[in-house]
């Protein structure tokens, strides 16, 4: 099993910045995929943006050019820097690690943390 604990979420006014961070612990033998995700109210969960050692980073459109995903396979931590905030960024905002374990791959959630974007 694969735990992932996220934190760095909060209240911020609009124009500010956050960073997130998820910390995954327990059987990983290896990462294929790191990855952030968002679920605003009503919404359907999105992909914010995700990164791999095969092809690199990956970003929403929203997120270009403000967000910036990091992936530390040592201490096992993604990150995510949220700068330029906008209202709409409002959203549980999820981490994800795809493990590779005995030749297959599963996906592991974190509990979701809360960014509110707000004057």
């Known amino acids: 099993q694969v735990q992932l604990v996220e934190s760095g979420g909060g209240l911020v006014q609009p124009g500010g910045s956050l960073r997130l961070s998820c910390a995954a612990s327990?059987?990983?033998?290896?990462?294929?995929?790191m990855g952030w995700y968002r679920q605003a109210p009503g919404k359907q969960r999105e992909l914010v943006a995700s990164?791999?050692?095969?092809?690199?980073?990956s970003y929403a459109d929203s997120a270009k050019g403000r967000f910036t995903i990091t992936g530390d396979n040592v201490k096992n931590t993604v990150y995510l820097q949220m700068n330029s905030l906008r209202p709409e960024d409002t959203a549980i905002y999820y981490c994800?690690?795809?493990?590779?374990?005995?030749?297959?791959?599963?996906?592991?959630w974190g509990q979701g943390t809360q960014v509110t974007v707000s004057s």
């Open positions: 327990g059987n990983i033998a290896s990462i294929n995929a």
């Open positions: 994800n690690f795809q493990v590779g374990v005995g030749g297959f791959l599963y996906n592991y």
């Open positions: 990164t791999t050692s095969t092809f690199g980073t």
